[in-house]
């Protein structure tokens, strides 16, 4: 799970925004785990004084990345080292802390597909386009382990068309980046900052 970024368009760590009464953090970790996505991994980086309390009361491992500051890629690279010194799992799930629409049954669905379907990327899609989350066999670990700066998964994607079985994502599209995103969410999922 990504949560490294420094927010800059919003100002704030969009880490903490709330949604549903959590915050947006909390929120993906909890759907995480009802997809029963294991092993669980947090990377974290930029805010840390800010974000440690809540990092160390989340019911899974994390690691702080110091080299937040070079792009997503530092952080794919970082959580994807510390999975395979440990007992190196057939695929990885990258998941990104802002989509306040994940869901729980979502990741269990690309899971199911990723087992049954002989498929080695399992891809959401939403407005034209595939992203996160995703979820990549372990023939793709190479390529995560070279990306560079902000090059993130879907840098492979493009590359790995014919591989991919594409999961419809509805709302996966919105992503909260700026106070404008934000406040687009129906209210009943926003409430202000802790």
Known sequence: MLAAGPSSRLGEPKQLLRVEGISLLEHTVRQSLNAHCSPELLIWGAHRERLRELVERLPIPNLHNPAWAEGISSSIRLGLRALL?????????????????????LLTEMRHRWEHTGQRIVACSYAGTLGTPVLFGKAYYPE?????????????????????????????????????????????YRTFMT
């Open 85 to 105: 010194r440990k007992s190196p799992p057939d695929g990885v799930f990258l998941l990104v802390c802002d989509q306040p629409f994940i869901s729980g049954p």
């Open 144 to 188: 995560l382990l070279e990306l560079k700066g902000q090059a993130g998964p879907r840098s492979l994607l493009s590359l790995h068309r014919e591989d991919i079985s594409e999961l419809p994502f509805p709302g996966g599209e919105i992503d909260i980046d700026t106070w404008k995103d934000y406040e687009s969410l129906p209210l009943k």
